[in-house]
């Protein structure tokens, strides 16, 4: 079966892929690493406004200023990249979700308690 996706699901993927190629080689802010990923962009249906997920490894509040304040160049190159009748206008959200998933991770390994290898413990012949 053929899988539909609305316009909007469509741009989303475009300026993500578009943005992380940005971030990574154009801007040149010093408070936005070429570390950023763009996780995921959600458009609004009438196309009016983005929101930007992204992670980096030191998410830290220069960051999110640095990401808010290159917003207007990146609008920018995505019309000039795009063929878009109006450009989103952007909104950065720092995605937490890597961190819980690490978090979480941690605490089900020191929950469980350590397995022993049973190759280790066997003698041989």
Do not use: C, W
């Amino acid at each position: 079966m053929v899988k539909e996706f609305s316009r909007s699901d469509r741009v989303a993927e475009q300026i993500q892929r578009e943005l992380a190629d940005l971030l990574q080689f154009e801007v040149k802010d010093p408070r936005v690493s070429s570390m950023v990923t763009v996780t995921e962009v959600e458009v609004s249906g009438d196309m009016s406004h983005a929101k930007v997920y992204y992670t980096a490894p030191q998410g830290t509040p220069e960051l999110q200023k640095g990401l808010e304040k290159t917003a207007g160049f990146l609008r920018s190159q995505l019309a000039r990249r795009l063929l878009l009748r109006t450009v989103p206008q952007l909104h950065f959200v720092y995605d937490a979700s890597i961190d819980r998933g690490m978090r979480i991770a941690k605490l089900i390994d020191e929950a469980l308690p350590p397995v022993a290898d049973p190759d280790q413990d066997s003698e041989p012949n």
